[in-house]
């Protein structure tokens, strides 16, 4: 079992940054997947970015790569979003995610086991 509670959301600015935070519960964090999703009003949730627990390599969604960077910090059972150059469409709930076993498939929402409650970004034009 693993409990997520996410931070770091608000207001800012077209072009600004935001840092979100995802703080994680459970003995083996360290060895789960790691992702953050994000859902808009009236679309579907998308996965923005994943990373591994073993090599640490990395997968970002095309519309937020050189603006989002994932990270973590297995010691502290935490994980980053770095939010650069928001825009107006970056605007969403975002929720931190995790699973322990991925098949290699395109990642999407429904290969996620556990959720957090989610933290609101607003992007200002």
């Known amino acids: 079992q693993v409990q997520l509670v996410e931070s770091g959301g608000g207001l800012v600015q077209a072009g600004g940054s935001l840092r979100l935070s995802c703080a994680a519960s459970?003995?083996?964090?360290?060895?789960?997947?790691m992702g953050w999703s994000r859902q808009a009003p009236g679309k579907e949730r998308e996965v923005v970015a994943v990373i591994s627990w073993s090599d640490y390599s990395t997968y970002y969604a095309d519309s937020v790569k050189g603006r989002f960077t994932i990270s973590r910090d297995n010691a502290k059972n935490m994980v980053y979003l770095q939010m650069n150059n928001l825009k107006p469409e970056d605007t969403a709930a975002y929720y931190c995610?995790?699973?322990?076993?991925?098949?290699?498939?395109?990642?999407?929402?429904?290969?996620?086991?556990?959720w957090g409650q989610g933290t609101q970004v607003t992007v200002s034009s």
């Open positions: 459970g003995r083996t964090f360290s060895k789960y997947f």
């Open positions: 995610a995790a699973v322990d076993v991925w098949s290699g498939s395109r990642w999407s929402p429904d290969l996620f086991a556990y």
